[in-house]
């Protein structure tokens, strides 16, 4: 059965760091494309950042750039979102997902954990 | 990048069809086979539908059905289901940022 499991999240304060983890389970996790999708409370979804699976391709919305930092080790089946510098707006539930066809269809996705950001 | 729009809200009565649209532009949806649609129940993670604008992964109802005309994407649910009463959410690849992927603005399925 495939799982994906985020953990990390919590309270933080502006201008503070967080780093989200992934765990996968239940598939070849080397073979698969990953990515984080947010979901801010009551509004809709917003792509992240995608990594390939050998992490020779890495993207961001440019929402995050230079603030947020994707990650991949595929020894430990892990998938890790490094955000830095953070602002209210980055306030959301953070999911991780799957991309078995490398187009952007989504066909895992974990439970997601939420990332609330106030002083 | 702008999200993509979808109505905010699409209703009808159980065994009816509805049709959600999805539109944006030819750097999105009108230039790429790439439109996914997703479910969200309340608390829920979201849930692939349709890939690659008419593609059902396996499990998924063959009530679901996608297309594309042009820069406009459309979800229909045919023989609605009380169950179907969720969030949906189009998505799609675009060239037009540095972007990969946007999803649309979401659209809420109130079944009567």
């Known amino acids: 059965e495939v799982q994906l499991v985020e953990s990390g999240g919590g309270l933080v304060k502006p201008g503070g760091s967080l780093r989200l983890s992934c765990a996968a389970s239940?598939?070849?996790?080397?073979?698969?494309?990953m990515n984080w999708v947010r979901q801010a409370p009551g509004k809709g979804l917003e792509w992240v950042s995608s990594i390939s699976s050998s992490s020779s391709y890495i993207y961001y919305a440019d929402s995050v750039k230079g603030r947020f930092t994707i990650s991949r080790d595929n020894a430990k089946n892990s998938l890790y979102l490094q955000m830095n510098s953070l602002r209210a707006e980055d306030t959301a539930v953070y999911y991780c997902?799957?991309?078995?066809?490398?187009?952007?269809?989504?066909?895992?996705w974990g439970q997601g954990t939420l990332v609330t950001v106030s002083s | 990048q702008s999200a993509l729009t979808q109505p905010a809200s699409v209703s009808g009565s159980p065994g009816q069809s509805i049709t959600i649209s999805c539109t944006g532009t030819?750097?999105?949806?009108?230039?790429?086979?790439?439109v996914s649609w997703y479910q969200q129940h309340p608390g829920k993670a979201p849930k692939l539908m349709i890939y690659?604008?008419?593609n059902r992964p396996s499990g998924v109802s063959n009530r679901f059905s996608g297309s594309k005309s042009g820069n406009t994407a459309s979800l229909t649910i045919s023989g609605l289901q009380a169950e179907d009463e969720a969030d949906y959410y189009c998505?799609?690849?675009?060239?037009?940022?540095?972007?990969?992927?946007?999803f649309g603005t979401g659209t809420k399925v109130t079944v009567l």
């Open positions: 239940g598939f070849t996790f080397s073979s698969y494309s």
């Open positions: 998505s799609s690849y675009t060239s037009s940022s540095t972007d990969n992927y946007v």
């Open positions: 997902a799957r991309d078995p066809y490398g187009s952007g269809s989504f066909d895992y």
């Open positions: 030819s750097s999105d949806v009108g230039g790429y086979n790439y």
């Open positions: 690659e604008v008419s």
